[in-house]
């Protein structure tokens, strides 16, 4: 890899695309102002963990695809398995039986997943989740952690956020917000509330583990006070086995949201939950009809192909196993690193 000192053409292409594109991007994530300002403003072509700018600048990929590609980019097996799929037809009029196959997949390998319903990002089905719980529960109020960066772009969340201008404050008060790790915060918060949440939804591990039986202290609560126990697995989906994380730790929610690494990068997320819950927004359920997620583009034929396939190949090829390994190798370079520079009051990797 060579050295890099040319960004002429980044510098200028940023200063265009902030023309014509509000932000500079159309991912928050991937815009300049989470990026050092020598970091490429664009990415022509990527192959494996390695990606190019439009200088020729070669870099090593640690974001992949806002860890959407977990195997790789432009990762051959998957990307056949697409190709083959869309010359059969990208999106018809009445379903394909690949959406019935990836949700039996998914009932397969997620613990939580008696049903399953697809999209496109993230943000469709935890908003779909939330919704489904305040039909589910009569009940408006919403908890989530304060911790998690993250949840949605849609009102219910990005409230409780710096960024809330646009959002009613009527709409802003009906979430609450606990800290992760403690068990006290969030059962302050039902004591408050008391018969009024309709759902507790959070990542179940982000930038520290979960304690003392955190998850399943969470899940009791919930339980006891009549609220629905949603995990947002879009990150740890995957990445912690087929199984995420709720079979890593042994814990089973009412309903779980997935996405980023589920497709290697093809754009597909799903909503999957209890049959009791989740059949509320089907057509057979007495209970009044929820709106659930209903997207002319959600369950593509290729992206849900894509999915498929790239299940197949973490379970296939032990991705789990092998990426904890490359985790553990990187983790303990960097610290013999900050150990010979004297950097340890500084920085530590764990």
């Known amino acids: 890899m060579n050295r890099i000192t040319n960004f002429s053409k980044s510098i200028e292409l940023r200063k265009k695309s902030h023309a014509l594109i509000p932000g500079g991007a159309h991912t928050y994530s991937k815009g300049d102002d989470q990026f050092p300002y020598l970091a490429p403003s664009f990415i022509t072509h990527a192959k494996g963990c390695h990606i190019w700018d439009p200088d020729g600048n070669e870099f090593i990929d640690y974001g992949m695809g806002l860890r959407s590609v977990i195997l790789g980019h432009a990762y051959d097996e998957v990307d056949n398995a697409v190709i083959e799929q869309i010359r059969k037809g990208t999106n018809y009029t009445r379903p394909s039986l690949l959406e019935m196959e990836l949700a039996e997949k998914m009932k397969e390998i997620i613990p939580c997943a008696e049903m399953s319903k697809f999209a496109k990002n993230g943000s469709t089905v935890t908003t779909a989740a939330v919704k489904l719980a305040r039909a589910y529960t009569g009940r408006d109020y919403v908890i989530c952690c304060k911790e998690h960066p993250f949840l949605s772009y849609d009102d219910w969340f990005i409230g409780t956020t710096p960024c809330y201008s646009g959002i009613p404050e009527t ?97 597909l997320a799903a909503l999957c939950g209890k049959k009791d819950i989740m059949e509320i927004g089907g057509i057979y359920s007495k209970h009044d009809r929820v709106f659930l997620v209903s997207t002319t583009h959600g369950a ?18 032990k991705v789990t196993e092998k990426n904890l390994e490359s985790t553990d190798k990187l983790r303990n370079g960097f610290n013999e690193l900050i150990t010979a520079h004297k950097l340890n009051d500084y920085l530590n990797v764990i």
């Open 171 to 267: 709409i802003r008060n009906l979430t609450l917000t606990f800290n992760y790790n403690n068990i006290e915060s969030l059962q302050k918060l039902f004591d408050e509330y008391h018969n009024k949440v309709a759902c507790v939804i959070f990542e179940p591990v982000s930038l520290e583990e979960p304690r003392d039986n955190f998850l399943q202290k969470v899940k009791e609560l919930c339980s006891k006070n009549g609220a629905i126990f949603i995990l947002d697995e879009m990150v740890t989906g995957f990445r912690y086995g087929l199984g995420g994380a709720q079979k890593h730790y042994n814990i089973i929610p009412d309903m779980a949201t997935f996405g980023k690494s589920m497709a290697n990068g093809y754009s």
């Open 300 to 317: 593509e034929n290729q992206v849900l192909t894509a999915g498929l396939k790239t299940m197949e190949i973490i379970g296939r090829d």
